[in-house]
């Protein structure tokens, strides 16, 4: 079974600065897809960015950027120019590709608290 | 717009009772899940359903029980053979590889 490890329980950010949060995880597929999911206050989940496993090139979104090294298992998620409104529970998760059968297919890690300082 | 609407917000449950929670989506989704949030923790899954009619189990089934009658709607009920339900439960749906999520509904034990 696929497991995804998110090995900071908590991380502090001072404003303007930059962050990177880890994650592992654990599969013997080739062709899955990563996410990372923020969660704030409101704890409604909001998706981050996404990577897909066979593409090589890390995905970006504005300041929001993924460093994937997919024989390592490692996908950690850096955020540049940190703002207050970065504060939140953030989630790597792991999903299969699509199979008519039925399966788990997307799997979470226990998250990292990011706290922003002013 | 198009979303994922749960509801409600906040419910409580007495001792013995049986609760319903409401997830309905109108994003023409297949597949729906459920999760169970407790506080600082990660999502763990309930049960989730790929058709209507059909659904699976997920890791802590027990004490849980939900129905898809149609591809919008899938409510869980929290009966009273779960002992412990005070948490977060977030509803979810899918097509192909993104995971979009309602706003979710605490439950608590009075």
């Known amino acids: 079974a696929q497991t995804v490890t998110q090995s900071q329980p908590e991380m502090s950010v001072q404003e303007a600065e930059t962050v990177t949060l880890s994650c592992t995880y654990d599969?013997?597929?080739?062709?899955?897809?990563l996410f990372w999911y923020k969660q704030p206050p409101s704890r409604q989940m909001i998706l981050v960015i996404r990577?897909?496993?066979?593409?090589?090139q890390n995905a970006t979104e504005n300041r929001f950027s993924v460093n994937f090294q997919k024989a390592a298992k490692s996908f950690s998620l850096k955020i540049s120019d940190s703002q207050l409104g970065d504060a939140a529970m953030y989630f790597c998760?792991?999903?299969?590709?699509?199979?008519?059968?039925?399966?788990?297919?997307?799997?979470f890690g226990p998250g990292t608290r990011l706290s922003v300082l002013p | 717009d198009g979303g994922i609407t749960q509801s409600p917000k906040y419910l409580f449950r007495k001792e013995g009772q049986n609760v319903t929670l409401s997830c309905e989506q109108n994003?023409?989704?297949?597949?729906m899940y459920w999760y169970r949030q407790d506080p600082g923790q990660g999502l763990r899954l309930i049960y989730y359903?790929?058709?209507?009619?059909?659904?699976q189990k997920g890791d802590i089934a027990e004490g849980y029980s939900v129905s898809r009658e149609k591809k919008e709607s899938f409510p869980l009920t929290v009966t009273s053979a779960q002992k412990n339900p005070t948490a977060f439960y977030l509803c979810?749906?899918?097509?192909?590889?993104?995971?979009?999520f309602g706003s979710g509904t605490q439950l608590s034990v009075l």
């Open positions: 599969t013997s597929e080739s062709d899955y897809y």
């Open positions: 998760a792991y999903r299969t590709p699509y199979r008519d059968n039925y399966g788990q297919n997307f799997v």
């Open positions: 990577q897909e496993a066979y593409k090589q």
């Open positions: 359903s790929q058709i209507v009619n059909d659904f």
């Open positions: 979810a749906s899918s097509m192909s590889e993104k995971l979009f």
């Open positions: 994003l023409n989704h297949d597949a």
